[in-house]
């Protein structure tokens, strides 16, 4: 039986103090890529990125929804999600 691979919800800080956000298998993996000019266009010019914030969800769909209801918030929301998850790690 094939094990289910867990997703992730991640925001990104950009040098330029901008949040992106977006969804993986593997976080440090997608970091190097986005450091590498190999990820999302909107970061190219914006790096180095850093992790800001990242959740576990059950699988792609489950990352999928909740990207986009992140998407969704304000940029001040996501802010207190980043310093929210802080505190509690």
Not at 3 to 17: A, T
Not at 19 to 46: C, E, F, W
Not at 72 to 80: F, G, M, N, V, Y
């Amino acid at each position: 039986m094939k094990s289910k691979k867990s997703w992730f919800l991640y925001i990104i800080r950009c040098s330029d103090d901008s949040l992106y956000t977006g969804i993986t298998t593997d976080i440090p993996r997608r970091l190097t890529q986005h450091n590498s000019k190999k990820g999302a266009k909107a970061v190219k010019g914006k790096l180095p990125v850093t992790l800001a914030y990242s959740e576990e969800l059950l699988d792609r769909s489950a990352a999928s929804k909740r990207e986009i209801q992140v998407k969704q918030l304000s940029r001040e929301d996501k802010t207190i999600l980043i310093k929210k998850s802080s505190l509690d790690s």
